[in-house]
């Protein structure tokens, strides 16, 4: 097997499992092949993450800022150098080209780690004066936090989660999804070399049963959950029963909206980087692309001819542009919102076929609103075109979505391009540009898309508690 780890699970600074817990094969979604073998981790599994987790906490939490923030910013450094390998087992464990995860993946996680090494030590607390009394608030870390990951960037969402947690002074359990185990354990490994005290961080195994079972624990003090919604109202039901903390990144169904003046060039580039990079399994894709009447067809038939120059192909190949689905589920799923929208009436462009694992980049035209490809997440290579006459009516209809994770508008005009952002109803939006998303900005949902936010400073918000401390100067008096 191409990946084997030397365990399953990551528990206080060492591999572990239980040899006789089930077992659970990890493909190549390239070519089917087992890649290592996953065992699921069993309740005394849990217990001792836990343990090693709060007994971590209080060393970690107790060390100067500064101290925790050097930690990270040398496993920053350590993802860097193991850039390569890193991102040719997050190819294996996902099926994504490699051209991809080599500057996406474990790069975006070393950003993470170093931006929240870097301000660990600017986490302060306020001085209010009262007259001669006056408080003074403490950002005190949560305890022990469970983050809980999707398939489509493993490691980069273990590092949006672990950098601003451990950052703040809290420890982690992660558990990976089950479809994609390995890279989190590498982030593991490389924490405890950065310095890390064992049981700071760490990784146990298994899908839904595994994460229900930390969130319910009572030592788990908040969950952060990357996910669908169907899972994230189970996880915020859970949390919920505990008044623990969360953080949720849900599912989306953005708008990419092409206003008449656009630089169509680049708003073709757009929308494809909007729908089909990671064969369009990214949660804040804009695949429905409202394009203005007049210059509709001319995008259309740009889109189109581009389309047909992506390479499908082994993800290792450096050639290769769109690898195959995660999984034959997903997959399938795919091909059944393919297949509604052929039958609710949408033309199909370009795409709509399937070999083996990949489904080819698909664009569909004279999508409605009500249509099932236009409401629900798909969740793969799927865009939809709609066509717009007036501003006020694409906003209306961008905004007519239970999702709200992230929009996108491309226009010469600069007040128009900020009079519709200010409307939008989205945690990210982008002009000019799409799905960019550096650690420097913040980044989460409206609506169903979630709660919370990652990355930038505001994901501390989500990782501390303030502590207010009123100090006397003088005599306390009472009525009797
Ligand atoms: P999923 O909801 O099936 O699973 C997500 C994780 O939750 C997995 O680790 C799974 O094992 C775990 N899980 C399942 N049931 C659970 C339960 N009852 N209690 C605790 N944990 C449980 O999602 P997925 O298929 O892995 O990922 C795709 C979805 O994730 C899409 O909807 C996508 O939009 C979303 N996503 C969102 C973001 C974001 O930042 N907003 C990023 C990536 C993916």
Same mark, same amino acid.
């Given at each position: ?143 022990? +936090? ?12 273990? +590092? ?8 703040? %002074? ?81 599912? %989306?169904? !953005? ?12 708003? @073709? ?5 909007? $729908?089909?990079?990671? !064969?369009?399994?990214? +949660?804040?894709?804009?695949?429905? @692309? ?43 799923? @795919? ?14 462009? +370009? ?32 865009? !939809? ?10 906003? $209306?209809?961008? $905004? ?7 929009? %996108? ?11 519709? @952002? ?9 002009? $000019? ?48």
């Amino acid at each position: 097997m191409r990946a084997q780890p030397p365990a399953s699970h990551f528990i206080d600074g060492t591999y572990r499992h239980d040899d006789t817990a089930p077992a659970r094969p990890d493909l190549y979604p390239y070519d089917g092949s087992v890649i290592a073998e996953i065992r699921e981790a069993t309740e005394a599994e849990i217990d001792a993450a836990f343990e090693a987790a709060v007994a971590a906490q209080k060393i970690w939490g107790a060390m100067a800022p500064v101290e925790r923030g050097r930690v990270l910013r040398r496993a920053a450094d350590l993802l860097r150098e193991r850039n390569a390998a890193l991102s040719e087992l997050e190819t294996l464990d996902t099926g994504k080209p490699i051209q991809e995860t080599l500057v996406a993946d474990a790069a975006s996680g070393a950003d993470a780690l170093e931006f929240f090494g870097g301000i660990a030590a600017t986490l302060n607390g306020e001085m209010i004066p009262l007259g001669e009394d006056w408080v003074y608030t403490r950002r005190e870390p949560l305890g022990v +936090c469970v983050g809980i990951g999707a398939w489509n960037y493993p490691i980069q969402i273990a +590092c949006w989660k672990a950098a601003p947690a451990l950052a703040a %002074g809290n420890a982690m359990i992660f558990k990976p999804s089950e479809e994609t185990p390995l890279s989190a354990l590498k982030l593991a490994e490389i924490l405890i070399e950065a310095g890390a005290p064992p049981g700071v961080f760490n990784v146990v195994q298994g899908a839904g049963r595994v994460g229900a079972a930390l969130v319910s624990d009572p030592r788990c003090a908040k969950v952060s959950l990357t996910g669908s919604v169907p899972t994230g109202r189970k996880v915020y039901a859970a949390a919920a029963e505990g008044i623990r903390h969360v953080t949720m990144e849900l599912g %989306g169904k !953005s708008p990419l909206i092409v206003f008449e003046d656009a630089d169509i060039e680049n708003a @073709v580039s757009a929308a494809i980087n909007a $729908n089909f990079y990671s !064969s369009g399994q990214i +949660c804040s894709n804009g695949t429905r @692309v409202y394009v203005h009447k007049s210059i509709h067809d001319a995008f259309a038939e740009r889109l189109v001819a581009r389309v047909a120059n992506a390479r499908l192909g082994d993800p290792l190949d450096p050639e290769t542009t769109i690898g195959p689905m995660v999984s034959e589920t997903q997959r399938d799923k @795919v091909l059944a919102m393919i297949e509604k929208g052929k039958s609710e009436g949408a033309a199909l462009l +370009c795409g709509g076929t399937s070999e083996g694992p990949f489904v080819a980049p698909t664009v569909f035209a004279g999508v409605t609103d009500g249509m099932s490809i236009a409401r629900d997440e798909i969740f793969g290579p799927v865009l !939809s075109l709609f066509s717009f006459e007036d501003e006020d009516e694409v906003v $209306n209809r961008a $905004n007519n979505t239970d999702f709200g994770l992230a929009a %996108g508008l491309f226009t010469r005009d600069l007040t128009r391009a900020h009079r519709v @952002v200010a409307r939008l109803q989205a945690g990210t939006c982008w002009i $000019n540009t799409y799905n960019l998303t550096p650690v420097e900005s913040p980044f989460g949902g409206n609506k169903l898309s979630g709660v919370g936010r990652e990355n930038a400073r505001a994901a501390l918000d989500h990782y501390t508690q303030t502590k207010s401390v009123y100090v006397c100067m003088g005599d306390t008096e009472a009525p009797f």
